[in-house]
Each structure stands twice: as C-alpha cells, then as structure tokens.
C-alpha cells in the first residue's frame, strides 16, 4: 500500500518569490508520482509526473519536481510565483502498474502581492 | 475538445433521493475511475473500470453502484441519498498501466 504527506497544509508567499511544496510517500513498491493543481472551483489538471529516468521533472506554468528515492520525496518547486498561481496543490503516487492514486492531504498555495 | 466531461456539474437533491452522475472521455483511454473529494479537499478513490469490468471498488457502500456501458462512458447511480454524501465527485481516465489519470471538472453533490 502507498500513502502520501504533504507536509505543510498552508504555503503563503509573495508574488515573484520562489516556493517550495514538499511531498513525502511511503510505498514498499516502485512508484509512480504526480503533481496536481486544482484551481477554486474546478477540477483537477496534471501538472507533472515521474514514471521513470530522469529523476527531475520539468511540468507546465514553470513547475518541476525532483525524484528522491533515498528520502522518499518528491518536492514541487517554482523559482518566481504568479498570482495566477494561488491554488490547491495535491502530490499523489501508485505502484507502477497499479490503477489507483493515493492523494496526500493537498497544500493551500496563496501568493500575496 | 478531447477530454473527460462529467453531467451534472452542480446536483442539489433531498435526503432519500437517488441521483446519477455521468462522465465520458473521448482520449481512447480504457480504464475509468471515480473519485470522491471531501468537504476537507481529501481525494479518495472509489471504483476503477478497466474496458467495462470492475477492477477497483474500494470500502463504498453499496447505496452506490457505479455502471460502464462501454470504455469510454462511466456512470455513477447513488440510491437513498444521505447528508454525508455530499462532495465533489470526478471522473478521470487512463490507459491501463501508463500511471496517468487525466480529471474531469467535477460534480458538486449537494445533498439537503
């Protein structure tokens, strides 16, 4: 079974700074690992995935992620935010070749002006 | 569009009510899924189709039963509404074991 903690709930920051979502999971299989955003009142739209190789992954809106096995994370990164970027931000994993993503708790992105 | 659309987006409905939920993807893929998100935002999976038979039914009760009539459409039917089930429900898609699920826009049940 995999499980998945988005360790901060909130995440203030000011526009044009850099920010950090951090993700940790637990699985005793190989992973598969994903960034979601969901902006208020909408659904659900990928932002980045790991299925294999490269162990940093570039996504949409300037987003990347970094693959840590050894430390079980997969952190979501931004160099300069957007106020366009205040949203919902959920990581989630699955066992490769298992159907289901577990989601962690989601972290609340708000960017201030 | 190619896309996965779920009907109704907002279901506003009396306890004891049976309702139904539709989604359809036109991306080829062949495994379909229902999620549930909480009043909390926690995303928890329900059921999981994989070219119309059932490969995922987690702990739901069983006033829920979702229907597949073929890969690319998945409803949803809840009987004898209750307050808790109130949430949003998506739809979402994937090919059978490429990891990647692509996400409808949601159905905001509202249940009074």
């Known amino acids: 079974a995999q499980s998945v903690t988005q360790l901060d709930s909130q995440v203030p920051v000011f526009e044009e700074a850099p920010v950090e979502l951090r993700c940790n999971y637990s699985s005793s299989v190989s992973v598969y690992l994903f960034w979601y955003v969901q902006y208020p009142n909408q659904g659900l739209q990928l932002l980045l995935k790991y299925l294999s190789g490269s162990t940093l992954v570039k996504g949409i809106n300037g987003f990347e992620a970094e693959f840590n096995k050894s430390q079980t994370s997969f952190h979501l990164r931004k160099p300069s935010v957007h106020i366009s970027d205040t949203a919902e931000y959920f990581c989630a994993v699955s066992g490769q070749g298992a159907q289901k993503l577990v989601f962690g708790q989601g972290t609340r992105l708000t960017i201030n002006p | 569009d190619t896309a996965v659309s779920q009907t109704p987006k907002y279901l506003v409905t009396q306890m004891g009510n049976d309702k139904s939920i539709k989604c359809e993807q036109n991306?080829?893929?062949?495994?379909m899924y229902w999620y549930k998100q909480d009043s909390k935002k926690f995303l928890k999976i329900m059921f999981s189709?994989?070219?119309?038979?059932?490969?995922i039914n987690e702990t739901v009760p069983n006033r829920f039963s979702p229907k597949s009539p073929d890969k690319a459409h998945l409803n949803l039917h809840i009987n004898s509404l209750e307050l808790g089930d109130s949430a949003v429900y998506f739809c979402?898609?994937?090919?059978?074991?490429?990891?990647?699920?692509?996400f409808g826009p949601g159905t905001r049940l509202t249940v009074l």
């Open positions: 189709y994989n070219n119309k038979e059932l490969i």
């Open positions: 979402a898609s994937s090919l059978l074991r490429t990891g990647t699920q692509y």
């Open positions: 991306l080829g893929h062949d495994t």
